[in-house]
């Protein structure tokens, strides 16, 4: 299964880097993708379900879509603007993702957010923006590689099981009822976002990491240090 997520997401990522930069017109890098090609994303992250498969001699207990991952993990590597992004984060479908394994190092998820931040006698935080948080309800990062990324979106029902979670930050974030038990965290950072019923039980949460204004009602960290 990870040669064939490596074989796809070269891919993806060469298929989207060959519309997006033609070679009749090698001086278009503007950060604009073609609507037929914003609509042929939106299409294929549809048509990618999830399902069963046999991973290690067993089959997973749910269904997932690595073909999911590997298309945004495709598409968040492209110098894209942020209309762009905009335009297929708030159509696509990553829910039930399995990101299990991937590098998604050094990434911004927010790099296409605009909008106005301002907070009230520094204790009541805000944001105003026109940009829909991506959707990865039920997807797994179990072992994915989140080191020095900052996330932005609905996480809720996520699997963190085992995520290299180095310099990691959440904003404004919505990881209810997700799941990070017995992983080591190091200068992770939850910044203005929901994690209502998550689960750290016996995580590791070191070094200089922390929860700034964020919703903690019925998370577990039972056993966590």
Request: with cysteine; hydrophobic share 35%; glycine share 4%.
């Amino acid at each position: 299964m990870l040669k064939k997520k490596v074989i796809l997401e070269r891919f993806c990522y060469l298929k989207l880097f060959y519309h997006k930069y033609p070679s009749s017109n090698p001086n278009a890098r503007d950060g604009n993708l073609s609507e037929g090609l914003i609509n042929k994303i939106i299409f294929l992250s549809e048509k990618f379900k999830p399902y069963l498969y046999l991973e290690k001699d067993s089959i997973i207990k749910k269904s997932l879509s690595p073909e999911r991952a590997i298309l945004f993990n495709s598409i968040i590597h492209l110098d894209l603007n942020s209309d762009t992004y905009d335009k297929i984060f708030k159509r696509a479908n990553f829910t039930a993702s399995d990101f299990s394994n991937l590098d998604l190092s050094n990434l911004n998820f927010a790099k296409y957010l605009n909008g106005i931040k301002g907070s009230y006698k520094k204790e009541l935080q805000g944001l105003i923006t026109p940009n829909k948080r991506i959707n990865f309800t039920g997807s797994s990062f179990g072992k994915a590689n989140l080191e020095n990324t900052i996330l932005y979106g609905t996480f809720s029902q996520c699997n963190f099981k085992g995520a290299i979670l180095n310099k990691t930050t959440f904003i404004w974030s919505d990881i209810e009822n997700s799941f990070f038990h017995n992983t080591k965290m190091i200068d992770i950072h939850f910044e203005n976002s929901n994690l209502k019923k998550s689960d750290f039980t016996a995580s590791k949460i070191i070094s200089n990491s922390g929860f700034v204004n964020c919703d903690l009602r019925g998370v577990k960290f039972d056993n966590s240090e």
